[in-house]
């Protein structure tokens, strides 16, 4: 299937760790006859454990992220490297810089702001120039929000858009020991580095300097919307940094004034306020926790540690429901509908960063490289391909309450911020 020089299509770093055994299971069920995939970490057992799981013969690579030199040849070696190794900001700058460099294209599973920009200021030029799609954020951050929005905004014809909402209709799942670390990561160096506490709110992160002095952010998230309660959506800061980037690398498409926020529907009533006052205040106060060494010390005790999850059965039992509402400047408001069953941070993340890798090995994409979205990459594609794996990626008209024009819409869209 493939023609290029290189002796593999796609290199899985990582594949023994907790997220990435699932992404090796996609990717043996997946992958058509033909593709050469190898997988590679630290530990040769571990990894011969997994390829003896799937009952398959893929080539084996010993390597070490904090090395290089052993790094750089590993990218040389194949067309596109996918890693679940995390923290990012810890373990991801050298497999990404060395894959710019290559000329290979490179998908993880980051929501680490820091890690990200400092990608974008490195990488960028240098994968335009060599051709290579470096793509972060190809799991449940944030290829619901990227695609959902994206697809919304061609479906809405491509227009301006005046405000866009991500809500969290139904999420089922735990929570991973490597997205808690992944947030550690970051508070310990924003002590280190105070320029950092403020690129985390700052919703044009990942755009272009302090020559950007846009609006953009639409407050907090929390409130009560027609009736329904609502809290913030504890990924939305990031989200939407992904989303502007997006925005930003097609021209600002969406618009400059875009108004993006991200959202947990919690129900109506006493019992709705009750669940969006937890979810708000048990967000600040593990943020808070994880931000001073002594509460560190003691919430790390009950916290998942690294390359830690969830059992079998409750990540199976995995699902969610979101909805992305656009409001465009002209034209009718539309819906995104995007919908998976499977657990978002282990299952579903899994089958994302899979189909990445397949889309960014096997693909006719459009003629981008650089640092570079989910959307702006590879959009419809691994759309199709999610589609095929089970998942709902539905863009169509909002649907109204009869008589209510669209125009009332948007004029009511800002109105969905915090009460």
Same mark, same amino acid.
């Given at each position: 299937?493939?023609?290029?020089?290189?002796?593999?299509?796609?290199?899985?770093?990582?594949?023994?760790?907790?997220?990435?055994?699932?992404?090796?299971?996609?990717?043996?069920?997946?992958?058509?006859?033909?593709?050469?995939?190898?997988?590679?970490?630290?530990?040769?057992?571990?990894?011969?454990?997994?390829?003896?799981?799937?009952?398959?013969?893929?080539?084996?690579?010993?390597?070490?992220?904090?090395?290089?030199?052993?790094?750089?040849?590993?990218?040389?070696?194949?067309?596109?490297?996918?890693?679940?190794?995390?923290?990012?900001?810890?373990?991801?700058?050298?497999?990404?810089?060395?894959?710019?460099?290559?000329?290979?294209?490179?998908?993880?599973?980051?929501?680490?702001?820091?890690?990200?920009?400092?990608?974008?200021?490195? %990488?960028?030029?240098?994968?335009?120039?060599?051709?290579?799609?470096?793509?972060?954020?190809?799991?449940?951050?944030?290829?619901?929000?990227?695609?959902?929005?994206?697809?919304?905004?061609?479906?809405?014809?491509?227009?301006?858009?005046?405000?866009?909402?991500?809500?969290?209709?139904?999420?089922?799942?735990?929570?991973?020991?490597?997205?808690?670390?992944?947030?550690?990561?970051?508070?310990?160096?924003?002590?280190?580095?105070?320029?950092?506490?403020?690129?985390?709110? %700052? @919703?044009?992160?990942?755009?272009?300097?302090?020559?950007?002095?846009?609006?953009?952010?639409?407050?907090?998230?929390?409130?009560?919307?027609?009736?329904?309660?609502?809290?913030?959506?504890?990924?939305?800061?990031? %989200?939407?940094?992904?989303?502007?980037?997006?925005?930003?690398?097609?021209?600002?498409?969406?618009?400059?004034?875009?108004?993006?926020?991200?959202?947990?529907?919690?129900?109506?009533?006493?019992?709705?306020?009750?669940?969006?006052?937890?979810?708000?205040?048990?967000?600040?106060?593990?943020?808070?926790?994880?931000?001073?060494? @002594?509460?560190?010390?003691?919430?790390?005790?009950?916290?998942?540690?690294?390359?830690?999850?969830?059992?079998?059965?409750?990540?199976?039992?995995?699902?969610?429901?979101?909805?992305?509402?656009?409001?465009?400047?002209?034209?009718?408001?539309?819906?995104?509908?995007?919908?998976?069953?499977?657990?978002?941070?282990?299952?579903?993340?899994?089958?994302?960063?899979?189909?990445?890798?397949?889309?960014?090995?096997?693909?006719?994409?459009?003629?981008?490289?650089?640092?570079?979205?989910?959307?702006?990459?590879?959009?419809?594609?691994?759309?199709?391909?999610?589609?095929?794996?089970?998942?709902?990626?539905?863009?169509?008209?909002?649907?109204?309450?009869?008589?209510?024009?669209?125009?009332?819409?948007?004029?009511?869209?800002?109105?969905?911020?915090?009460?």
């Amino acid at each position: 299937m493939t023609t290029n020089d290189r002796d593999h299509d796609i290199v899985l770093l990582g594949a023994s760790g907790f997220v990435g055994r699932y992404t090796a299971r996609h990717l043996a069920r997946s992958a058509p006859d033909g593709v050469r995939i190898a997988i590679a970490g630290r530990s040769t057992a571990r990894l011969d454990d997994v390829r003896r799981e799937l009952a398959v013969d893929w080539p084996i690579i010993e390597v070490d992220t904090s090395d290089d030199a052993a790094v750089g040849r590993v990218a040389a070696s194949t067309s596109v490297i996918a890693t679940t190794v995390g923290p990012y900001l810890r373990y991801g700058a050298g497999v990404a810089s060395a894959s710019a460099r290559a000329g290979t294209s490179y998908a993880d599973l980051s929501g680490e702001s820091i890690f990200v920009a400092r990608s974008i200021e490195r %990488n960028h030029a240098v994968a335009e120039t060599t051709g290579a799609r470096i793509v972060h954020s190809c799991g449940f951050d944030s290829v619901p929000s990227d695609l959902g929005l994206g697809l919304a905004h061609a479906a809405a014809g491509g227009v301006p858009i005046v405000a866009a909402t991500l809500t969290v209709r139904s999420l089922r799942g735990g929570i991973s020991g490597g997205t808690i670390d992944s947030l550690r990561q970051q508070l310990k160096e924003t002590k280190r580095d105070a320029s950092t506490r403020r690129l985390l709110a %700052n @919703p044009y992160a990942l755009t272009p300097g302090p020559s950007v002095r846009l609006p953009g952010h639409a407050g907090s998230g929390w409130g009560k919307v027609r009736g329904t309660w609502q809290a913030p959506f504890v990924m939305g800061s990031y %989200n939407q940094q992904i989303v502007q980037r997006s925005n930003y690398l097609t021209g600002w498409s969406y618009g400059q004034l875009m108004q993006y926020r991200e959202v947990v529907a919690t129900g109506r009533g006493p019992a709705g306020l009750a669940r969006a006052m937890a979810i708000a205040l048990g967000t600040a106060g593990l943020v808070g926790a994880l931000a001073f060494p @002594p509460t560190r010390a003691v919430v790390d005790r009950v916290l998942p540690s690294p390359g830690s999850g969830p059992s079998a059965e409750a990540i199976e039992h995995g699902r969610f429901v979101l909805e992305v509402d656009v409001y465009p400047v002209e034209g009718r408001p539309v819906r995104t509908r995007i919908a998976a069953p499977y657990d978002p941070g282990y299952g579903g993340t899994g089958v994302m960063l899979a189909e990445s890798a397949l889309s960014l090995a096997l693909d006719d994409l459009p003629a981008r490289a650089g640092v570079l979205t989910p959307m702006v990459a590879m959009g419809e594609h691994l759309a199709g391909r999610l589609r095929a794996s089970g998942f709902t990626l539905d863009a169509g008209a909002l649907p109204q309450a009869p008589g209510r024009r669209a125009s009332e819409a948007r004029r009511n869209a800002p109105d969905q911020r915090a009460a």
